[in-house]
């Protein structure tokens, strides 16, 4: 192991999936400079299961004692949305560093507070937007940089989303908007984090939600369940830089587009696209169009690989984590700022408080 090593502790971890075993672990463990030195689940009885699984021997059901381990460098919070404030606060208040899955919070009063209690200790903080990390979105900013497609004049987003009428029973917490995991923070927010990461932030928007499957039938039941969170999201607005952006994100519909954003400028076009509107999961496909000419494929180049063990990932929803990990590493031993921390959460908190602000009011609202 290399000297510069950094113990995680999980915080969350099922033996039999979540998005802890689908991404984080194989993503650590893709990366010399981390080991899994601890997990925790919600019982001893997971707790030692997921221990097993996954070959780590420090397994607890109380995340207290976790992060009284000395050799916790790292804490990933990937607990469902509700409980990130409780322990997210607990690791900050331990000094350990944090990386916590995205949304931060049920709310934006939520991220305020845990990014104002990360200033106060004065520890590292990471936020799971890892599609800022996705190699295309680098070679996109580089397209854009170089002037491939000019002035951007504007930008259109349209993706889907899921479920659609059915969800599995572990995700049916997603049904009820209190929670703060569904379509908008999800889906909208991991899709909006992109454009305005490489596009820049909204002046102002205006926006539609709507709900328009009411019932959702629980696959495991077949119960059906009253939904309050909306399945439709439209957003249009302007954007710092006074281009024009438009975004619409639906829940599962027969043979939607499953992701396309398109950059328009003065001299051409890109476009990027995908199986679905998870940006940070899904591969990314570049093409682009100047002048006249039709849209053609180009090749994402490959990156400078400083870990070979992260190629065996690509494809997988483990890839981009594991790049923010990298980059996560790099922050913490140079003083970097390459994978948004709290503060940076939060900013996209506000604009999806500013969505549901618009979308009640029916009013343009200043961003």
Not at 113 to 120: F, I, Q, R
Not at 314 to 343: K, L, M, Q, W
Request: contains cysteine; negative net charge; hydrophobic residues 45%.
């Amino acid at each position: 192991m290399p000297a510069s090593t950094l113990g995680v502790g999980i915080l969350g971890v099922s033996p039999a999936r979540g998005w802890a075993a689908t991404a984080h672990i194989p993503a650590l463990r893709a990366l010399p400079n981390y080991e899994i030195r601890a997990i925790s689940a919600h019982s001893a009885e997971s707790a030692h299961a997921a221990g097993e699984a996954f070959g780590v021997r420090a397994v607890f059901s109380d995340h207290e004692q976790l992060l009284a381990q000395r050799d916790i460098d790292v804490v990933a919070v990937t607990v469902k949305v509700p409980h990130h404030r409780e322990l997210v606060s607990a690791a900050l208040a331990a000094g350990k560093a944090v990386y916590c899955e995205w949304p931060l919070g049920r709310d934006v009063d939520d991220a305020r507070a845990m990014a104002g209690l990360a200033a106060e200790y004065g520890v590292h903080t990471g936020v799971g937007l890892q599609a800022r990390q996705a190699r295309a979105i680098g070679f996109v900013q580089e397209l854009l940089s170089g002037g491939y497609v000019g002035e951007v004049l504007s930008t259109t987003m349209v993706g889907l989303s899921v479920p659609g009428n059915v969800v599995g029973r572990p995700n049916a917490y997603m049904l009820d908007k209190t929670n703060g995991a569904n379509l908008l923070t999800i889906a909208v927010g991991h899709s909006l984090d992109t454009l305005n990461y490489v596009l820049g932030e909204f002046a102002d928007l205006s926006a539609v939600s709507d709900l328009r499957r009411p019932l959702i039938t629980i696959d495991e039941t077949g119960e059906q369940i009253v939904k309050t969170a909306p399945d439709q999201i439209a957003v249009i607005g302007t954007l710092t830089s006074g281009a024009t952006a438009s975004v619409h994100i639906r829940e599962g519909v027969a043979g939607g587009t499953g992701f396309l954003w398109e950059i328009n400028g003065t001299d051409g076009t890109l476009r990027i696209t995908a199986d679905a509107a998870y940006p940070e999961i899904y591969p990314l496909s570049v093409r682009g169009a100047q002048g006249r000419n039709e849209p053609t494929e180009l090749d994402v180049p490959a990156p400078a690989q400083k870990w070979p063990a992260l190629s065996s990932l690509e494809g997988s929803p483990a890839y981009n984590v594991a790049r923010a990990y990298a980059a996560f590493a790099a922050d913490i031993d140079n003083g970097t700022h390459a994978v948004p921390d709290f503060a940076d959460a939060v900013a996209r908190h506000e604009t999806i408080a500013a969505i549901e602000k618009s979308a009640a009011s029916g009013e343009r609202v200043k961003t």
